[in-house]
Nanobody, 125 residues
Framework: QLQASGGGLVQPGGSLRLSCTASGRTLDYYVIGWFRQAPGKEREGVSCISVGDGTTSYADSVKGRFTVSRDNAKNTVYLQMNSLKPEDTAVYYC????????????????????WGRGTQVTVSS
């Protein structure tokens, strides 16, 4: 099972680091996607990290502000979020496909089979 954590309330311009952990699954072998869903909106992709060389991708709305990374020793994937804006407010989820490897890079929503419980990020003054 996947679990996203690290959300909270932060002022505009602030930072948060989200973590995605897994039980019963070694994240090293899977692409990991970060997604978010704001109230009344569809779930959207935020970022993805590949398996082989750690290639990363980002939605245009977060490029230059968010950074995804892996710590294989801790079986954890992080999403560092800087310069947060009110429009970043959403529930954030991590997800993986069923199959290992990079076939599902850069993490299309339809390709993700396992979703963690989300974590709420609220950016407000």
């Amino acid at each position: 099972q996947l679990q996203a954590s690290g959300g909270g309330l932060v002022q505009p311009g602030g930072s948060l680091r989200l973590s995605c952990t897994a039980s019963g699954r070694t994240l090293d072998y899977y692409v990991i996607g970060w997604f978010r869903q704001a109230p009344g909106k569809e779930r959207e992709g935020v970022s993805c990290i590949s398996v082989g060389d750690g290639t990363t991708s980002y939605a245009d709305s977060v490029k230059g502000r968010f950074t995804v990374s892996r710590d294989n020793a801790k079986n954890t994937v992080y999403l560092q979020m800087n310069s947060l804006k009110p429009e970043d407010t959403a529930v954030y989820y991590c997800a993986t496909p069923r199959a290992p490897g990079d076939a599902y890079y850069p993490c299309p929503i339809v390709g993700m089979n396992y979703w963690g419980r989300g974590t709420q990020v609220t950016v407000s003054s």
